[in-house]
Nanobody, 129 residues
Framework: QVQLVESGGGLVQAGDSLTLSCAAS????????MGWFRQAPGKEREFVSA????????YYADSVKGRFIISRDTARNTVTLQLNSLKPEDTAVYYC??????????????????????WGQGTQVTVSS
């Protein structure tokens, strides 16, 4: 089993920055990728960003490209999401995810909810205008 614990959410103003962190613990950890999804009230869960564990390749949703930065620390089993130039529409619960059983062609599915087998409990990010 793998446990993912997020931290760093909070209430900020538009234009501010915030850093989310996710620590993975449990069995020997070596995922194919980790990432972040978010869910706003009344909306479906949506992909935000992902990073492949061994190569560090980064992927972003168009809505956050150029504003958010994902990084990982393989020694500490952590993934971080730097949220810059925040907008009210970024308000959501942010979930850390891990893909430890990649499907065939997983790189093409990193934006898909079903690709990930572990999810954190979520952390709230609220951006006021």
């Amino acid at each position: 089993q793998v446990q993912l614990v997020e931290s760093g959410g909070g209430l900020v103003q538009a234009g501010d920055s915030l850093t989310l962190s996710c620590a993975a613990s449990g069995r020997t950890f070596g995922p194919f990728a980790m990432g972040w999804f978010r869910q706003a009230p009344g909306k479906e869960r949506e992909f935000v960003s992902a990073i492949t564990w061994s190569s560090g390749n980064r992927y972003y949703a168009d809505s956050v490209k150029g504003r958010f930065i994902i990084s990982r620390d393989t020694a500490r089993n952590t993934v971080t999401l730097q949220l810059n130039s925040l907008k009210p529409e970024d308000t959501a619960v942010y979930y850390c995810v891990a893909d430890t059983r990649p499907s065939y062609g997983a790189v093409m599915r990193l934006s898909v909810v079903g690709e990930y087998d572990y999810w954190g409990q979520g952390t709230q990010v609220t951006v006021s205008s």
